[in-house]
């Protein structure tokens, strides 16, 4: 296994261009099992994790070419109905086939996704809403095993939390419903809107798009369309958040500053300079070494504060000159970080789902040896290698890779000391 090595304690300073983004990618090539056809999708960042649920369309039967940052995926060869254990154990998202196949083969059985580092994962939400469309769902031997006879039907689902793949597995199953369907409480993640606006361009019939309340009337059939994935709005806050926290200005490039609402505010409410432009933003962290100011942070929902730049912040508030509290209120264990940043010398008390970041100013963190535990702690850790004096080896860095692509080279491009080496 391959580890990070950083030399921290560097300022960044430079440019880094955003990719796609990962939980925008992993809907939109799932939707391509909607309609036989070739699917083009461009700005598909090449990830552990887009690699896999690619992996899981072939065993369904479909094939697909990577020509760049370009997709051919051609959906016309779908046959089975079944994702295996073996793959959907790996990547929670790979639930995202339930929809599709039950629109286009009235089947499907896919593996429970099992929990994951930052908590249950449960997916009861999807099945309630498609038993409103007339599926029935069984579940034995860890499987999901759904299916209808005939098309779906319209219907009305209300979600009790705003579910991200919950609302683009429904939308993805009642676009070819028999009827009209009206999703409420629905997810408004920009992610949801990339797909709203694939599907439509399949010939969807969809109304409320970014609102959290969907209509969808059915149709008949949907074609194959050509798409275009939007930046990754939780890559481009992470690299800003380590332009604070390692100090220096960075230029966060080919992004969607209007994705990110609540970061941009809490930054510059801790002090940080942000000037923002159509598709970058500028960060730049204040001279000095004590002038990051704390920040409290609830996450929330679109377009509240993501729960995916949560453990970000948590390493930029450990280099702020006081204390700020972080509720985490959309997982249950998505703390895995804390006690990595702690060895490298944060001042963090957990209690439940409440952090309260005892700041030590800029030269808080001194390098360790750590390990990653799932995608955003790693990026987390990262960020404390950054801002911290010494050396930084993070251990287990496929967990980083399943959602930043290149990331050493960014770093190195940004001005950052860091390389991979074999454990
Ligand atoms: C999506 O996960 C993202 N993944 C996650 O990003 C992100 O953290 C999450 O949304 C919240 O924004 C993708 O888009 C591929 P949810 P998802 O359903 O859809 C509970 C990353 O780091 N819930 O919105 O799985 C659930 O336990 C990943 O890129 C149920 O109880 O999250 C959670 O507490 C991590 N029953 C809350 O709802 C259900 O059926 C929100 O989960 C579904 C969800």
Redesign the pocket.
Known sequence: MEKLVIEGGKPLHGEVKISGA??AA??LIAAALLAPGVHVLHNVPDLR?TRTILRLLESLGLTWERLGATLRIDGSGLKYSEASYDLVKTM??S??VLGPLLARLGRAKVSLPGGCA???????????GFEQLGVQCELEHGYVDAHIDGRMHGGTVCF???????T?NLLMAASLARGTTNIKNA?R?P?IGNLVDMLIAMGADIEGKDSDRLTVHGVEKLTAAESTIIPDR?EAGTYAIAAGAAGGDAVIQNCEPSHLPSLLEKLQLAGIGVDVGDTFFRVTAPKGVNTIRPVDVTTM??PGY???LQAQFMALMACSNGVSVIHET???NRFMHVAELQRMGAHIQVDGRIAMVKGAGANALTGAQVMAT???ASSSLVIAGLAAQGRTDISRIYHLER?YEDMVEKLTGLGATVWKEEE
């Open positions: 990962k939980n992993l809907p994790d929670r998202a639930i995202l930052i908590g249950a994962r449960p997916i009861n939400f999807h099945l309630m009790d939390i705003p579910s991200v793949t919950g683009e997810a993640e992610e939780i929902p679109y993501p729960t995916d959309i997982f249950e799932d995608l955003r959602g």
